[in-house]
T-cell receptor
Framework: ETGVTQTPRHLVMGMTNKKSLKCEQHLGHNAMYWYKQSAKKPLELMFVYNFKEQTENNSVPSRFSPECPNSSHLFLHLHTLQPEDSALYLC???????????????????FGSGTRLTVV | AQKITQTQPGMFVQEKEAVTLDCTYDTSDQSYGLFWYKQPSSGEMIFLIYQGSYDEQNATEGRYSLNFQKARKSANLVISASQLGDSAMYFCAMRGVGAGGTSYGKLTFGQGTILTVHP
């Protein structure tokens, strides 16, 4: 496989369930991201991992728990979600320089196809 | 801080005609990159075109071109000879240098423009 793969593509879960979203990139990138895209809202960056270390958590509720076991895999563990958490969850990766501030501006992100999550 | 503004929530174009999607940006970085992505109804974000802040020529990729006006801080996407398959949401995005420390400079997105191509 090539690019960024997200599974599952669709997920329906109850508010008391526990589920996980998986993202895998086959590009050799060293940074991975989770985004949330709700209807009629801009893309929201949730988490950033650089070289397997979490470098950003944008005030995301604790019911969302990321995990990055290696630079190719990223998970988003979900538990006790709310209906307003229903959204498209996008994973992305990029190749960043080893030192921040050295200008990663020319590295765009490669996105997966997303997981459409519905919380009932 | 970076900000991307797309002022056109929706645009309509006739098949085979050209269309321009507007994008303005604000940043204090001297070096930055500008990107356009296409998001069909399937959800995947597809990279279309990139423009570096120091690039003197406007970027082109097939039917896509980026009208880069640095002084005006605008990076409009031009799609020539529109096709029905171009109907999608289009996002303008930019990425700067980052503040150092652990900041690598995030990709900042605009609100998006929904393009509808009519036959």
């Amino acid at each position: 496989e090539t690019g960024v793969t997200q599974t599952p593509r669709h997920l329906v879960m109850g508010m008391t369930n526990k589920k996980s979203l998986k993202c895998e990139q086959h590009l050799g990138h060293n940074a991975m991201y989770w985004y949330k895209q709700s209807a009629k809202k801009p893309l929201e960056l949730m988490f950033v991992y650089n070289f397997k270390e979490q470098t950003e958590n944008n005030s995301v509720p604790s019911r969302f728990s990321p995990e990055c076991p290696n630079s190719s895999h990223l998970f988003l563990h979900l538990h006790t979600l709310q209906p307003e958490d229903s959204a498209l969850y996008l994973c992305a990766s990029s190749q960043d320089p080893r030192s921040p501030g050295q200008g990663p501006y020319y590295y765009g992100y490669t996105f997966g196809s997303g997981t459409r999550l519905t919380v009932v | 801080a970076q900000k991307i503004t797309q002022t056109q929530p929706g645009m309509f174009v006739q098949e085979k005609e050209a269309v321009t999607l507007d994008c303005t940006y604000d940043t204090s970085d001297q070096s930055y990159g500008l990107f356009w992505y296409k998001q069909p109804s399937s959800g995947e974000m597809i990279f279309l075109i990139y423009q570096g802040s120091y690039d003197e020529q406007n970027a082109t990729e097939g039917r896509y071109s980026l009208n880069f006006q640095k002084a005006r801080k605008s990076a409009n996407l031009v799609i020539s000879a529109s096709q029905l398959g171009d109907s999608a949401m289009y996002f303008c995005a930019m990425r700067g240098v980052g503040a150092g420390g652990t900041s690598y400079g995030k990709l900042t997105f605009g609100q998006g423009t929904i393009l509808t191509v009519h036959p």
